[in-house]
C-alpha cells in the first residue's frame, strides 16, 4: 500500500486545478485542499480573461468537473501568510504547491510613468473583470489612448477600451464596469509595439477578432511595412507568424469606414517619457533602431508589457525574474510551484498543464522525503478556530447560481458579484 498524504495547494486557478487533477490521477492515495484568497475560485479565468473572451472562459467548465468531483476540496477567501502560514501547513500537509500567477504589471522605468492617467493593464484588466481588491470605478475620460506592448494583453486592453459598451453586454461584466465604459468618450486607441510587425506576441484568433470589433476601423502606418517586411523563411518564424502576417496585410489592404471609434497599430515604437504636467498629455517615443524620435497625443497611457509574480510570506523568490526560485518545480523539501509564479507569465492557460506535469513527477518522486505533520489534515480545524470566514466548494455553488441568476432576468449567462464581503456572505449563507 502507497503512503496517504496531505496536500495543499495555494492558488485555485487553472495552474493549481490542473496541478491537483494531475496529482489525485497519478497517486490516487493523496487528499488535496485548494486554498485561494479570493472567495471564488478560477483565478485569471474569472479575473484575467477579458469578459468577451467566452471560448477561454469556457475553460471553467473542465475545471468544474475537476473540482466538482471531490478528489479536492476548495477553500476560498484564505490569505496564505496571515490566515494560513508556513507553519500551519507545514503541521497539517506533507507538501503544499504554490500556484499563486502573476497579476501585477511589469515596471517600465521611464520619466512620467507616475502620471495621473498612466495605468498598469494588469489593473485595469482586474477592474473590467471585478476583481474585488480593486476599486468599483475605472477613470475613463481620455478621448486618446496609448496602449504600450505586442501581446494578447494589450489587444485584450485595447479592444475593449475600443469597443462599444452595449458590445459587451452579452458578456459577465459587472453593471459598475459596464456604465464607467458606457461613459468613455474615447475616440482613437493607439497599440505601439517596440519590434516590427513580423514580431508581434500576439496570437492568430485573439489578432483576427480585432478587426472584427463593431464601429471600430483600424489604421495600420505603411511606413512599417516596407517591401518584403515579412520573409516567411527568417528564423524562428512560425505558422502562426505567417496567419498573423496574412491578416495584417489584409487589413493595410482595408478602406476606412468612417467608424466612431478607430484602433491604430504602431510599430518600430520604444517608449522613452510620459509626456505631461500632473496628467498624461502625450507620450514621445525612439523610432526603434534610428535616432529619431516623435509624440503622439494622448491622455491615457496603459503598459501593457507583462505581468509579474508577487513574492509570498517565508517563500524563496527571485525579485528579477518574479517567480518562486525553484528547479523543475521543486522549492524546498515538501515546497512545490507551478504555473506563472514558477516559470514566468508566458503562454496560454493550456500550458501550465504541462507545467503541472513535471512539478507533480518531481513531487511524487519525493514522497518518501517529504514534510513530516504532526496534525495531517486539520488545517480546516485550525482556520475555524481562527474565525477566519473561508468559503467552500459548495458556497462557490450557490455564488455560482446567484450570478447566473441575476443574468437570467435581464437575459445575460451571468452577471458577477464583486464585492468580498457579499461574494462570501452569498457563500456561507
Ligand atoms: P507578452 O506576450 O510577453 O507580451 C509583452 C509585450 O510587451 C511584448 O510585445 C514585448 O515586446 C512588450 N514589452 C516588454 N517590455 C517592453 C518595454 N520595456 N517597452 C515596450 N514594450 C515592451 O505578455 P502579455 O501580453 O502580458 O501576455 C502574457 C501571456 O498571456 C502570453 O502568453 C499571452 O499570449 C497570454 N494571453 C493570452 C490571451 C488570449 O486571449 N489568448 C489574453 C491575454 C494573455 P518584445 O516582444 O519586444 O519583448
Redesign the pocket.
Known sequence: MSKQIKVAIVGAGPAGIYAGNILSNQYPDVEIDLFDSLPAPYGLIRY???PD?PR?KGIVNSLHEMLNDGKIRFYGNVTFGTDLTLDDIKKHYHAVIFATGAIKD?Q?N?PGIGLDGSYG??DF?AWYDGHPDYPRTWPLEAKQVAV?????????VARVLAKHADDLLSTDIPANVYEGLKSSPVTDVHV????GPA?????P??LRELGEVEDVDIVLYEKDFPDGWFDEDAEGVTNQHKVMARILDSWRERELTGASRRLHLHFY???VEILGDEKVSGIKFQRTGTDEFFEQEVQAVY?????FGSALPQIPFDEKLGVITNQGGRVADGIYATG?IKRG?????G?TKSDATETIENLVADIPNLMDPVAPGEAIKTLTERGVQFTDWHGWLKLNAHEQSLGEKVNRERIKVVDRDEQVRISRA
Open positions: 484575467g480573461v477579458a473572451h477561454i511589469a517600465l521611464i493593464a494588469a484588466v504600450l506592448g505586442n501581446g494578447n494583453v494589450a489587444l485584450d505601439f509595439g517596440r519590434r514580431n508581434i506576441k500576439f496570437t484568433i485573439e515604437s520604444t517608449p503598459r501593457a508589457i507583462g505581468y506563472w507569465p508566458v503562454g496560454l492557460i500550458h
